[in-house]
């Protein structure tokens, strides 16, 4: 569900590169960078000293590159009294670490790349210093042009995290993550943290098990599959509302839609009717969803209708594939003999 959400607000997500009113600016707190990529775009900051830190992107006839951070990228230039500087460029390789420290200044009209969305900026380099080189040739194909095939980047991962679009995922989820905390907290539920070990709890999914050294080994502990046994003490505990970002553990068969382990949004409130429980996640998805949404109480559909009008409890409603029960055109025969089959043919 959530990689549905990602694509369909791709666009949107895009934008948590850079900050907005929406969502928290980048802070260089707790750190000795100065600038990020995305600080530049104040204007206020033109023909003054900035300093960034972050990684090359790209590199040209020595003397021209492009810096990049998790907020975004900018043009830089060596002058041509930096000979050793130039020497030093010519020689990293493209995704190593750099340091640069230069004058922002803005771009000739002619030069402006409207591909970027600081394109209309450069820094004119007054330092240039290697944090750390990368290897000349890469195991993940960083560029936007090809892509590596799943099972090296995952071999990779850590490279595979530089990609605009793991950048772009994983901090808009922690975005999103945010927000479901901060509406549950405004409404006086907890965030209670549950054990993930406990016995077993026979039904349901198959469970991992964890052995232990305790009384000599040979017990067990189970991985939970949800919290749902905790939740409910809590219930009776007298913390009527209980949320957490639950991390599940399930040892299924391998499916599309099945995963060994997965986070869920766990909620349990008592004193509470069907039509509340509508109520919440509706506001909560209200609050939390990228884009506005206006058609509050959301459709409904019963499991009757589900299965009458599209054949599955969990249909795609987006298209309008719905079973037509036609009764005018059935008709009710009597049983035919074997002997008789043949006027039938």
């Not at 989820?173 to 077993?200: A, G, Y």
């Not at 999914?205 to 809590?234: C, D, M, N, W």
């Not at 009757?304 to 054949?311: A, D, F, N, P, V």
Request: charged share 25%.
């Amino acid at each position: 569900m959530f990689s549905n959400l990602i694509k369909h607000f791709s666009s949107t997500i895009r934008n948590c590169r850079f900050a907005s009113s929406s969502l928290p600016k980048y802070s260089t707190n707790f750190s000795y960078r100065q600038h990020l990529v995305s600080d530049l775009s104040n204007s206020n900051l033109i023909d003054t000293s900035v300093s960034l830190h972050g990684w090359l992107q790209y590199r040209r006839m020595n003397s021209f590159g492009v810096l990049r951070d998790h907020s975004g990228l900018i043009q830089f230039i060596l002058p041509s009294s930096l000979k050793q500087e130039r020497q030093i460029l010519k020689q990293t390789p493209v995704e190593s670490c750099v340091h640069i420290q230069g004058i922002l200044k803005k771009r000739p009209e002619k030069d402006m790349n409207t591909d970027m969305t600081l394109g209309h900026l450069e820094i004119h380099v007054t330092d240039f210093k290697v944090i750390n080189t990368c290897l000349p040739t890469l195991p993940v194909d960083l560029s936007k042009f090809h892509e590596s095939d799943e099972i090296t980047r995952l071999t990779y991962r850590y490279l595979d995290f530089r990609r605009d679009i793991m950048q772009e995922r994983i901090r808009f989820r922690s975005v999103f993550i945010s927000k479901v905390r901060d509406f549950l907290l405004k409404h006086s539920f907890v965030d209670i943290e549950t054990p993930s070990l406990f016995r077993r709890t026979p039904g349901g999914a198959r469970e991992f098990l964890v052995p232990t050294h305790i009384q000599g080994g040979g017990l067990f502990y189970a991985l939970t599959q949800s919290p749902q046994q905790f939740k409910q003490l809590l219930m009776m505990g007298g913390f009527d509302r209980y949320f957490q970002i639950a991390k599940c553990f399930r040892d299924e068969t391998g499916r599309h839609d099945r995963q060994p382990e997965f986070t869920q949004i766990d909620l349990e409130l008592s004193f509470v009717s069907r039509e509340n429980i509508f109520s919440l996640i509706e506001q909560l998805l209200t609050a939390c969803w990228p884009d506005s949404l206006d058609n509050i109480p959301f459709p409904r559909l019963t499991f009757t209708e589900c299965m009458s009008r599209y054949g599955t409890d969990k249909p795609d409603t987006r298209f309008a594939l719905e079973i037509e029960h036609t009764f005018d055109k059935l008709y009710i025969t009597s049983p035919v003999s074997l002997k008789n089959i043949k006027n039938f043919l």
